[in-house]
């Protein structure tokens, strides 16, 4: 039997020309025109004015951190369910994460919890869109107006998907996303970060590049920064990635209904599914995530699945539970019941564009075998 990995990404457009294309005329660094290219029209599908290509997506918080100059002393609330990038990005530029709870339904953080933790040191609030369904946008928006606080919006696994009718990807006064070969559209390595406002546009280009002036003499610094860029041949994949995006939209669709179909049982033992929609997004199935009734039985069905060869990925491990934060004195005896329960019992199935249909259906039969 043939494994079947939680992710295969699919390369069926220009991939290929694209990066022939590169390499037969020599760009092949940051400095080739597929960077332009791609920044223009990522951010022209998302909605806002300018995009800064990137090395990845954490790199990409890295920088949007240091360009809203949140620094030590600042807080930033996030949600404590989410992979580790964001909260990386506040406590290496000396400011501290301060978390919320997730909503049980769609594993988002809970935005009714975010104005109880604004203090007066609060800058800013990094909104993480988790596994397929938005955070629900239009209270975020009020806090952060009624606070004057800044928004990060962390889009990474949210390419295509809208919050009422909008784009996620538009609502943060800067906004991430990250091309990792398990996302929507890949570059193999890379992010962008997008904005609508020219001086943090230019204030991004200039972290991810060493902090070189643009105007001032060469190799003399005021600032430091890093090198962040991404690579033409990155650029060229994304490219082409890019103009696949409805296609690839629809197989993660396909791939969602089919699992919710053949998988429904499991909730009346107790499993819970993804929410195929809210009020205000259709769920993109980023990855397709179920949440065991007790941990227990997620390894046993983790370990069954192994056992046919079909990969999976437990769930994201809650930040105040991450050993390293815990370690620097943070978090000490916070808790987060909803986020741990997810943590502990959560796990996703195969759910990568290039999954093929029988695969899909191997997948639900095998796990219904393991069940009864
Ligand atoms: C993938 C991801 C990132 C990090 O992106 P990389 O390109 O892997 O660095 C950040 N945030 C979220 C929510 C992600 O899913």
Redesign the pocket.
């Given at each position: 039997m043939n494994p079947i990995p939680v992710n295969t990404p699919l390369f069926n457009g220009n991939e290929l020309k694209y990066l022939t294309e590169c390499i037969e005329t020599g760009w092949i660094s940051s400095e080739g025109p597929f960077i332009a290219k791609f920044e223009k029209e990522f951010s022209q599908y998302i909605g806002p004015k300018y995009g800064v290509a990137v090395s990845?997506?954490?790199?990409?918080?890295d920088i949007a951190v240091k360009a809203l100059n949140i620094c030590t002393g600042d807080e930033v609330i996030m949600p404590t369910f989410?992979?580790i990038?964001?909260a990386q990005s506040v406590v290496t530029a000396g400011a501290v994460p301060v978390l919320v709870d997730s909503d049980p339904i769609t594993w988002n953080m809970d935005v009714l919890q975010v104005e109880a933790k604004i203090t007066p040191r609060t800058k800013a609030i990094l909104v993480?869109?988790?596994y397929g369904l938005p955070v629900d946008m239009d209270p975020i928006l009020q806090l952060a107006k009624k606070y004057q606080l800044k928004i990060i919006e962390?889009a990474?696994?949210m390419h295509g998907q809208t919050y009422n009718g909008q784009k996620c990807g538009s609502f943060g006064d800067l906004s991430?996303f990250?091309?990792?070969p398990?996302?929507h559209i890949t570059t193999g390595?890379?992010?962008m970060i997008l904005t609508n406002d020219l001086a943090l546009a230019e204030r991004c280009r200039k972290l991810r590049n060493l902090c070189f002036e643009p105007n001032g003499p060469r190799f003399v610094h005021h600032e430091l920064g890093w090198n962040y860029r991404m690579t033409n041949l990155q650029a060229a994949l994304g490219l082409a990635q890019l103009e696949q995006i409805d296609h690839f939209l629809t197989i993660k669709k396909d791939i969602g209904n089919t699992y919710q179909t053949q998988l429904s049982f499991l909730t009346e033992l107790g499993f819970r599914l993804p929410k195929p929609s809210t009020a205000f997004a259709h769920n993109i199935n980023?990855v397709f995530g179920i949440v065991a009734p007790g941990i227990k039985i997620k390894e046993k069905i983790v370990e069954g699945l192994a056992k046919e060869k079909i990969g999976t990925r437990p769930f994201f491990w809650c930040m105040h539970q991450q050993p390293v934060f815990q370690n620097m004195g943070l978090f000490k005896n916070e808790s987060y019941p909803v986020a741990e329960e997810l943590a502990n019992n959560g796990f996703y199935l195969p759910s990568g564009l290039g999954l093929k249909q029988e695969e899909l259906v191997r997948v639900t039969e095998v796990l219904k075998a393991i069940i009864s």
């Open positions: 990845n997506g954490s790199a990409a918080l989410t992979i990038s964001p993480v869109h988790i962390d990474a696994e991430i990250s091309f990792y398990n996302k390595e890379g992010g980023w």
